[in-house]
Nanobody, 125 residues
């Protein structure tokens, strides 16, 4: 069983930055590919960024291209989402998710077996 805990959310003005962290309570978190998703009010949960086991392969949604960066520190069982140039439309609850059946991350929610509880990000314009 993998437990994921997100942190780092909060309120920020447009143009600002936040760094989200996803902490995994599991041995060998490096064996898991990880994705960040977000869900705005009354909208479907959508893929944001993903990272492979090794950290060598990442995916991103077009809406965050050039603004959001994903990285991992496997020694600390952490995955980060650095969010720069934030916009009001980035306001959402952000979730991290993990999958152990593949080394590659996925843009599909159904590919992930484990989810965190989410952290709120609010961007004011």
């Amino acid at each position: 069983q993998v437990q994921l805990v997100e942190s780092g959310g909060g309120s920020v003005q447009a143009g600002g930055s936040l760094r989200l962290s996803c902490a995994a309570r599991v041995r060998n978190f490096r064996w898991y590919a990880v994705g960040w998703f977000r869900q705005a009010s009354e909208k479907e949960r959508e893929f944001v960024r993903g990272i492979s086991r090794s950290g060598g392969s990442t995916d991103y949604a077009d809406s965050v291209k050039g603004r959001f960066t994903i990285s991992r520190d496997s020694a600390k069982n952490l995955v980060y989402l650095q969010m720069n140039s934030l916009k009001a439309e980035d306001t959402a609850v952000y979730y991290c998710a993990a999958r152990g059946d593949s080394s590659i991350n996925s843009v599909h929610r159904s590919a992930y077996d484990y989810w965190g509880q989410g952290t709120q990000v609010t961007v004011s314009s």
